[in-house]
Structures are given as C-alpha cells and as structure tokens.
C-alpha cells in the first residue's frame, strides 16, 4: 500500500513538473522580445512591397529629414522610442500602434493614410520590448496601454490637435485596453481598432488549440500565475472586452472576414460591449491585419468619414 502511494504521489510530481516546464516554456516562447527577428531595413522593405503607391511618400520622409525620433522614460524606468512626423494645418493628431513582434516602422501604411491623405499629424511609437524601445518582455497591450496613454499626451502636448488612436492586432488592443481607462486625456476623441482580441486568455487559448493541439486547462492557468509572477499581470485582467465596455468615446472596429489568427467572430463582443458612438466594418476575404492592403481607398474613405462625424 506505501509503495502504491509512493508511486502514485512521484507521478503526481512529475506531472506538475511537466505541467510547470511547459508552462514555463510557453510563457517564454509567447512573451519574449522579437525585436531581433525583424530588423529597421526589413520592415521598410516589407513596407515597400505591400505598399508600393506610398514608394514616394515613404522615400520621402526617410531622406528628406523631416521624420523625427522622440524618446520618453515610463513609470518603470524603460526608456522607449517613437518616430513623429507633423504636418502643416493639421486637423487631427493620429497615434499609430503596432502589433505582436512588429514595430513603429510597421504602421507607416497608415502614417501614409493620415498624413498624406487625413491631413493629420503622426506619432507611431515601438511598444514596450519591440524595435528601439527599451524591455526584454511582451505585455500584450495591457501595460502598454499605460505607455500609449503617456505617448497621447505628449502627442498632445508637441501638436495641440485633437487625437486618434489607432491600433492593428496587438496595437488594436491596446489601444481598446486604453480606452477604458478613466485618465485617459480629453484629447483623444476617437478610437479605431483593426483586428483586435477580446482579452490575451482568449487569443492564447485559441492559439493553444490550433498551434500544439493543447486545451487551456491548466497549462494557460500556470502560465498565468507565472505571468502574474514575474511580469505583474495576469491573461485574465488582460482584456479588451472589459475595458471597451467602459468607453464612452467613438470607436471604429474593423476585421478581416478570413482572419484565423484573431478570430473573426471575436470582433462581435467587442461591437456590442461598447456603449457609446461606434461603427463596424468586415472587410470581405480579407486575413489578419491586412484591410488596409487590400482595400486602401474604401478604408481610407471610411475612416475620414468615421473622424468627420
């Protein structure tokens, strides 16, 4: 009988342990920093394949000067970077964040779109661990809605124009994780998200299932309390969902019918939980984080028309 319970008891160990390795190893394969897998001449030239009508444009403001760097230090010390490019008369300021292993470069699509066609000042900062901003981690939006809070406001402060904030996957929810904040500035008077997720639980379960084949349970559990350990949040205060149902300012939701990787149907609980001014656009055929390649001009129109209201 003590043997049996020996036995019993040393795979219930190894179990755990198993379970804690995995965890530990997912934490680190989902949150670690990507800025080296996409260099600064990558992401230009990535831009200027997908992008080739704004060629001009792009070669414009790489070598004539007038694209500026500006750095700040958040609330944990880490000093972080954004380009910033002002335009004469603008209508509007548009804060331009990125996604997951992306950078600031990365949003220079729709740097185009609002500078060159929304008459809008741009800021577009590298979120938290990713292009030449400081930190060796990923934080999924959640903390970097507190950083993208600062980067408006000093937006705000270097252009005296009204803002936008504008995200795409990761960036979009962030930028929803911001907008339900009570200190956000008065400002900011529009929100637009392109493909974001109802809350990081959500998109890793989901990744879990279709990557490895894993149910959530427990391994998302452990990973979570890791998280919460060693990075201070947890996938479960993570959430997009939670924090639109909070705001009370004009919100734009866009996705990609086709889209696999965020879900398409995420977008619905989104829509409905937000209870203020909003508008929803599914852009047909289209996969994650590309309505703008595939549909420039309609969601160009739709986004000045979404603004002007």
Not at 83 to 95: C, D, H, I, N, S
Not at 151 to 175: C, D, Q, R, Y
Not at 199 to 216: A, I, N, Q, T, Y
Not at 264 to 280: D, N
């Amino acid at each position: 009988m003590k043997k049996s319970l020996k036995i019993l008891a040393g795979i219930l160990v190894a179990i755990l342990l198993m379970l804690l390795a995995t965890s530990v190893y997912m934490l680190d394969y989902s949150l670690s920093s990507q800025r080296d897998n996409w260099t600064e001449k990558q992401a230009w030239e990535n831009l200027y394949v997908h992008y080739p009508f704004a060629k001009e444009w792009f070669d414009s403001i790489r070598h004539d000067g007038v694209l500026r760097d500006t750095f700040m230090t958040n609330s944990d010390g880490v000093r972080l970077h954004a380009f910033y490019l002002p335009r004469k008369g603008a209508e509007r300021t548009a804060v331009l964040v990125h996604g997951y292993g992306n950078r600031a470069i990365d949003m220079f699509q729709l740097g185009y779109m609002y500078h060159h066609h929304l008459n809008s000042n741009i800021l577009l900062p590298d979120l938290y661990g990713h292009g030449e901003s400081g930190g060796e981690s990923i934080r999924m939006g959640w903390l970097d809605r507190l950083d993208v809070k600062a980067w408006s406001k000093m937006a705000e402060n270097l252009f005296h124009a009204p803002i936008v904030v504008h995200g795409i996957s990761m960036g979009a929810a962030t930028t929803m994780m911001l907008s339900g904040e009570e200190d956000i500035p008065e400002s900011i008077t529009h929100f637009i998200e392109d493909c974001g997720y109802t809350s990081v639980r959500d998109e890793f379960s989901g990744e879990l299932k279709v990557r490895f084949g894993l149910p959530s349970f427990p391994l998302l559990d452990i990973s979570s309390l890791l998280c919460k350990a060693v990075f201070g949040w947890s996938f479960s205060e993570a959430s997009s969902l939670k924090q639109v149902a909070r705001c009370k300012r004009p919100m734009f939701f866009i996705h990609g019918d086709a889209d696999s990787f965020v879900p398409t149907e995420m977008v619905f609980p989104l829509y409905f939980a937000h209870s203020g001014r909003k508008e929803i656009w599914i852009t047909k055929g289209v996969q994650h984080a590309v309505s703008y390649e595939c549909y420039p001009t309609e969601y160009t129109l739709r986004v000045r028309r979404f603004l002007e209201k």
